[in-house]
């Protein structure tokens, strides 16, 4: 009863508090601020002692709230989740000590803005480490808010802007190509299909042939274009929406190629590195990261056949690889995994390739074609030279079943200027697992799609 009756007011012969953010907090020691957040932990200790953690988004602050603070009816009803706006000094934690940034926020006078539910329906009881995937997945607006998917997301708000700066870096230029298109790149297997003004269209596989057409146009271009593709297996690296990284560059040869992707993967992770915000985001998710070094080992397809039979890695048929067949995912993940190092997987034959990929001069059985593999995620990287000449294109075109009436802007590219020139697609997602050892690619993205989820 007597706890119910106690109001709190701010002493307004304080200095008046200054409304920052936590990521702020540095610049404010010993100074009087006010901060807006969520309750991010709770400890009550005793009747006159509350801690809370305060999570406004650019941070986490600790807070010590004591006496009468604790007293109040909305400090004993406190839930996790409800935001609140606190009043304090911001302090050097004492010597001995460690706690967030280095300070914590000794509260004068606090707020409450909006209380979340307890009891049954307290964020507790909808998300846990306990709960099975799918609960996760649905509850993942919540999930979200959590030390290590909140880190895991701002790093790839890092993760683009690093590929952005490094792009620029080189004079490449970023196009937004359409992601309703009625062409397909990677197979008519995994496209989806959707009424479009009485017509068909799809989602986009990949924008590389868009890309290719802007070369004479604009020169080297890029893109981090969400791609689709109708996946019908259930992997942890495979989504059926995900951010698509694409660059084509003009006037190269296969191996300015693996010069490209090399100079990408490390020119990017040195960006990260050098911030020490992401490094930091790096270091909390995956400590033990190194850079990887240079040059990236370089491997034939036939030689991996061959690195696989000797190693004793068998086809699902318990028989031995064959020159020919598509090295599926374990496989490969036990090979990349045990090499351990990044591998560029090169000269694939043509038949488990795209339409697109040219075949090399020496080997006409393979094409200049390359897979980017990292350990722990496999391949992340794919690209390839393409086929430049006009009658090449149409009987690759007519060897994989494609009606050239429908690329006729693209058959053009071959038409008006051909022209040596190559690119690739990187997985944003898997390039995260990569660099933030996360088991799944399905939480290195905001909201998954996979067979049978499109929610939230
Ligand atoms: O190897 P892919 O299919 O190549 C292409 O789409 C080319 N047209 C790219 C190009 O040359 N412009 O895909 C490229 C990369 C893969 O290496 C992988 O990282 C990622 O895209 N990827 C996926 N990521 C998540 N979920 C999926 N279902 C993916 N499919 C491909």
Same mark, same amino acid.
């Given at each position: 009863?007597?706890?119910?009756?106690?109001?709190?007011?701010?002493?307004?012969?304080?200095?008046?508090?200054?409304?920052?953010?936590?990521?702020?907090?540095?610049?404010?020691?010993?100074?009087?601020?006010?901060?807006?957040?969520?309750?991010?932990?709770?400890?009550?200790?005793?009747?006159?002692?509350?801690?809370?953690?305060?999570?406004?988004?650019?941070?986490?602050?600790?807070?010590?709230?004591?006496?009468?603070?604790?007293?109040?009816?909305?400090?004993?009803?406190?839930?996790?989740?409800?935001?609140?706006?606190?009043?304090?000094?911001?302090? /050097?934690?004492?010597?001995?000590?460690?706690?967030?940034?280095?300070?914590?926020?000794?509260?004068?006078?606090? /707020? $409450? $803005?909006?209380?979340?539910?307890?009891?049954?329906?307290?964020?507790?009881?909808?998300?846990?480490?306990?709960?099975?995937?799918?609960?996760?997945?649905?509850?993942?607006?919540?999930?979200?808010?959590?030390?290590?998917?909140?880190?895991?997301?701002?790093?790839?708000?890092?993760?683009?802007?690093?590929?952005?700066?490094?792009?620029?870096?080189?004079?490449?230029? &970023?196009?937004? +190509?359409?992601?309703?298109?009625?062409?397909?790149?990677?197979?008519?297997?995994? #496209?989806?299909?959707?009424?479009?003004?009485? &017509?068909?269209?799809?989602?986009?596989?990949?924008?590389?042939?868009?890309?290719?057409?802007?070369?004479?146009?604009?020169?080297?271009?890029?893109?981090?274009?969400?791609?689709?593709?109708?996946?019908?297996?259930?992997?942890?690296?495979?989504?059926?929406?995900?951010?698509?990284?694409? $660059?084509?560059?003009?006037?190269?040869?296969?191996?300015?190629?693996?010069?490209?992707?090399?100079?990408?993967?490390?020119?990017?992770?040195?960006?990260?590195?050098?911030?020490?915000?992401?490094?930091?985001?790096?270091?909390?998710?995956?400590?033990?990261?190194?850079?990887?070094?240079? +040059?990236?080992?370089?491997?034939?397809?036939?030689?991996?056949?061959?690195? #696989?039979?000797?190693?004793?890695?068998?086809?699902?048929?318990?028989?031995?690889?064959?020159?020919?067949?598509?090295?599926?995912?374990?496989?490969?993940?036990?090979?990349?995994?045990?090499?351990?190092?990044?591998?560029?997987?090169?000269?694939? +034959?043509?038949?488990?390739?795209?339409?697109?990929?040219?075949?090399?001069?020496?080997?006409?059985?393979?094409?200049?074609?390359?897979?980017?593999?990292?350990?722990?995620?496999?391949?992340?990287?794919?690209?390839?030279?393409? @086929?430049?000449?006009?009658?090449?294109?149409?009987?690759?075109?007519?060897?994989?079943?494609?009606?050239?009436?429908?690329?006729?802007?693209?058959?053009?590219?071959?038409?008006?200027?051909?022209?040596?020139?190559?690119?690739?697609?990187?997985?944003? &997602?898997?390039?995260?697992?990569?660099?933030?050892?996360?088991?799944? @690619?399905?939480?290195?993205?905001?909201?998954?799609?996979? +067979?049978?989820?499109?929610?939230?």
């Amino acid at each position: 009863k007597e706890s119910k009756a106690i109001v709190l007011e701010e002493d307004k012969s304080l200095p008046a508090a200054v409304k920052i953010n936590v990521r702020q907090a540095l610049s404010f020691r010993n100074q009087r601020v006010k901060v807006p957040g969520w309750v991010h932990r709770l400890r009550v200790q005793g009747k006159d002692f509350m801690f809370i953690v305060l999570r406004d988004g650019t941070g986490i602050l600790q807070c010590i709230l004591a006496d009468r603070l604790c007293h109040t009816f909305d400090a004993i009803t406190l839930t996790l989740e409800s935001t609140v706006m606190l009043y304090g000094v911001l302090n /050097e934690v004492p010597e001995g000590k460690s706690a967030p940034g280095g300070h914590e926020l000794i509260v004068d006078y606090w /707020e $409450i $803005i909006a209380k979340a539910p307890g009891g049954s329906e307290a964020v507790t009881n909808k998300v846990n480490s306990e709960s099975d995937p799918s609960v996760m997945y649905t509850q993942r607006h919540l999930v979200i808010r959590s030390d290590t998917h909140s880190a895991t997301l701002k790093l790839r708000s890092y993760v683009l802007k690093a590929f952005r700066t490094h792009f620029d870096s080189i004079g490449y230029l &970023e196009v937004t +190509p359409p992601c309703l298109v009625q062409t397909m790149v990677e197979g008519g297997s995994t #496209l989806f299909s959707l009424p479009y003004y009485g &017509e068909t269209a799809y989602l986009t596989q990949s924008s590389q042939l868009y890309l290719e057409s802007c070369v004479p146009a604009m020169g080297s271009v890029y893109t981090i274009s969400e791609s689709y593709r109708a996946e019908k297996s259930n992997t942890r690296r495979h989504l059926s929406e995900y951010s698509h990284c694409e $660059i084509e560059a003009g006037f190269i040869d296969f191996n300015d190629l693996l010069n490209i992707i090399e100079n990408m993967i490390c020119g990017v992770t040195d960006i990260l590195l050098n911030d020490p915000v992401s490094a930091a985001f790096i270091k909390q998710l995956n400590p033990d990261f190194e850079a990887p070094q240079r +040059p990236f080992m370089r491997m034939r397809y036939s030689d991996a056949i061959i690195w #696989l039979n000797e190693h004793g890695i068998k086809r699902e048929d318990g028989q031995d690889f064959e020159f020919g067949d598509d090295i599926p995912e374990s496989p490969e993940r036990l090979m990349t995994d045990t090499i351990n190092r990044p591998i560029m997987l090169t000269h694939f +034959p043509g038949p488990i390739k795209s339409f697109y990929m040219p075949k090399d001069k020496e080997d006409p059985r393979v094409t200049e074609s390359v897979d980017l593999l990292m350990p722990n995620v496999g391949e992340i990287v794919g690209g390839s030279m393409r @086929i430049s000449n006009y009658i090449d294109m149409i009987a690759a075109f007519k060897s994989a079943g494609l009606a050239p009436e429908n690329y006729y802007w693209y058959l053009d590219l071959s038409k008006y200027g051909a022209f040596p020139h190559g690119g690739l697609g990187l997985g944003i &997602e898997r390039f995260i697992a990569w660099i933030a050892n996360r088991y799944t @690619i399905r939480e290195c993205c905001l909201y998954p799609r996979f +067979p049978g989820r499109c929610q939230p």
